[in-house]
């Protein structure tokens, strides 16, 4: 699935293709992805001008002259192609601008998502209504993360999966947070230090940074919107990386918790 350093290369390949252009048609070549497409959606973009572009968690963002935005979630397969030199069957949603260029939003699976919604309300929209902090912003403090945590007995990387601590965190860059502050996936919250607190939102920094700069993660379907590969897979410290051995002398580990794979050094994460 694309996580959050998927979903910002996205939205850092369309803003200067849409960003400031007319919107002159949007196609719908199917009435649905996960859900069906907003019935006006087609209306209310047509002749609309691209405002802004920008991320919330998982979610991209298109802000349009007539006050509405339009969320897209990527799903488990979803991506935009940039000026496709022809139409595939799975591009879902096609938009063309002004000045003639195109883009299309394919997704074979279909878990995706397309909703319009009031621009100075997003707040309101309902998957934002409970999220936590970005993990990229000003509001991810190790003041804030040890309020959150306190008294937690569950552990941290069940915790910095929950959209309502954290937004956006993913199951593969929090594994390789973990690593990078040195933190076991299996400590307790609730009894994580504030100075190592400090550190691991240094680390999440570091990680996320690395894989947008890195164009994301080339795992199952993800490609960028110029259909380049994200490289950051090969950059992995211990995802998927079960029984390779580890910087320190270890050997990488795995075991599963919450229908998830977690992959650590039990060796140097403590």
Same mark, same amino acid.
């Given at each position: 699935?694309?996580?959050?350093?998927?979903?910002?290369?996205?939205?850092?390949?369309?803003?200067?293709?849409?960003?400031?252009?007319?919107?002159?048609?949007?196609?719908?070549?199917?009435?649905?992805?996960?859900?069906?497409?907003?019935?006006?959606?087609?209306?209310?973009?047509?002749?609309?001008?691209?405002?802004?572009?920008?991320?919330?968690?998982?979610?991209?963002?298109?802000?349009?002259?007539?006050?509405?935005?339009?969320?897209?979630?990527?799903?488990?397969?979803?991506?935009?192609?940039?000026?496709?030199?022809?139409?595939?069957?799975?591009?879902?949603?096609?938009?063309?601008?002004?000045?003639?260029?195109?883009?299309?939003?394919?997704?074979?699976?279909?878990?995706?998502?397309?909703?319009?919604?009031?621009?100075?309300?997003?707040?309101?929209?309902?998957?934002?209504?409970?999220?936590?902090?970005?993990?990229?912003?000003?509001?991810?403090?190790?003041?804030?993360?040890?309020?959150?945590?306190?008294?937690?007995?569950?552990?941290?990387?069940?915790?910095?999966?929950?959209?309502?601590?954290?937004?956006?965190?993913?199951?593969?860059?929090?594994?390789?947070?973990?690593?990078?502050?040195?933190?076991?996936?299996?400590r307790a919250a609730g009894k994580i230090a504030p100075a190592r607190l400090a550190r691991l939102i240094e680390?999440?920094?570091?990680?996320?940074?690395?894989?947008?700069?890195?164009?994301?993660?080339?795992?199952?379907?993800?490609?960028?919107?110029?259909?380049?590969?994200?490289?950051?897979?090969?950059?992995? &410290?211990?995802?998927?990386?079960?029984?390779?051995?580890?910087?320190?002398?270890?050997?990488?580990?795995?075991?599963?918790?919450?229908?998830?794979?977690?992959?650590?050094?039990?060796?140097? &994460?403590?």
């Amino acid at each position: 699935m694309p996580e959050l350093p998927e979903v910002e290369t996205t939205v850092r390949g369309l803003r200067p293709v849409l960003d400031g252009q007319r919107i002159a048609t949007v196609q719908l070549r199917r009435p649905d992805l996960r859900r069906p497409f907003p019935d006006d959606l087609g209306q209310r973009l047509t002749g609309a001008t691209v405002t802004g572009l920008g991320r919330r968690a998982k979610y991209g963002l298109i802000d349009t002259s007539r006050g509405d935005t339009m969320i897209f979630h990527l799903g488990m397969s979803g991506r935009w192609r940039v000026d496709p030199g022809e139409l595939l069957p799975h591009d879902h949603l096609v938009i063309d601008t002004g000045e003639g260029r195109r883009v299309a939003l394919n997704d074979p699976r279909r878990f995706g998502s397309v909703d319009l919604w009031a621009s100075d309300e997003l707040a309101h929209y309902p998957p934002f209504v409970a999220m936590g902090p970005e993990p990229l912003g000003p509001a991810l403090t190790a003041e804030y993360l040890a309020a959150a945590l306190a008294g937690r007995s569950a552990s941290i990387k069940q915790m910095l999966l929950d959209q309502r601590i954290v937004a956006g965190l993913g199951n593969i860059y929090v594994c390789e947070a973990l690593y990078e502050a040195r933190i076991s996936p299996k400590r307790a919250a609730g009894k994580i230090a504030p100075a190592r607190l400090a550190r691991l939102i240094e680390a999440i920094h570091l990680v996320l940074n690395a894989a947008i700069e890195a164009g994301g993660s080339s795992l199952r379907d993800y490609a960028r919107p110029d259909g380049e590969l994200g490289y950051f897979s090969k950059q992995f &410290q211990v995802y998927g990386r079960e029984g390779e051995p580890c910087g320190c002398g270890g050997t990488v580990k795995r075991y599963v918790e919450g229908g998830r794979s977690t992959f650590w050094c039990p060796a140097c &994460q403590r």
